[in-house]
């Protein structure tokens, strides 16, 4: 028996488990984001990924443990086979830089894909959708310049630990 398989399949029941209720909060928000995106917001708050100028992004909650946050994550690709040194980076990069301003990186259980998961605090304000927003267009502009250096030959893991 492959304890692995089970232990993702258990993570993966947790994480629908949570998606499956979002707080009144997060689904306004996500509607209002839906709307402004022209999409449904049914998909979105079951957990679908959506696309962003070629980032797949995808909302995620926390249930009660946290009405007031909206969890965003961005699909960053697969786990770069054999690339310790990507992994190492990012790994790193979730000591080195605090995670309310940047983020922290992560793979999502069960697929193998690297995800960027930041909150995103939902404030009163009539568009709860603004702040996620904001956020989306500004990480698909980093997301598109990396993707550009990488384009030109530059080296990931230099990429992640700073340099260029």
């Known amino acids: 028996m492959d304890i692995s398989a089970l232990q993702d399949e258990a993570q993966l029941q947790a994480l629908a488990q949570r998606m499956s209720r979002p707080p009144p909060q997060v689904q306004q928000a996500v509607t209002f984001l839906a709307h402004r995106l022209g999409l449904d917001p049914a998909p979105m708050l079951a957990g679908e990924g959506f696309v962003v100028k ?6 995620m909650h926390t249930g009660p443990a946290d009405v007031q ?3 965003l994550l961005a699909h960053l690709g697969p786990v770069p086979d054999g690339d310790e040194a990507t992994l190492r980076n990012l790994l790193e990069s979730n000591v080195a830089n605090p995670a309310a301003d940047s983020g922290i990186y992560g793979i999502l259980p069960g697929t193998g894909t690297v995800v960027m998961r930041s909150r995103i605090a939902l404030r009163d ?5 603004a702040d996620v927003l904001a956020y989306i267009d500004a990480f698909t502009t980093q997301v598109q310049s990396l993707r550009g250096m990488l384009a030109a030959g530059a080296d990931l893991a230099a990429l992640l630990d700073g340099g260029e």
């Open 54 to 59: 070629d980032v797949v992004f995808q909302v």
């Open 69 to 71: 946050g909206l969890t």
């Open 125 to 129: 304000q009539p568009d709860p959708a």
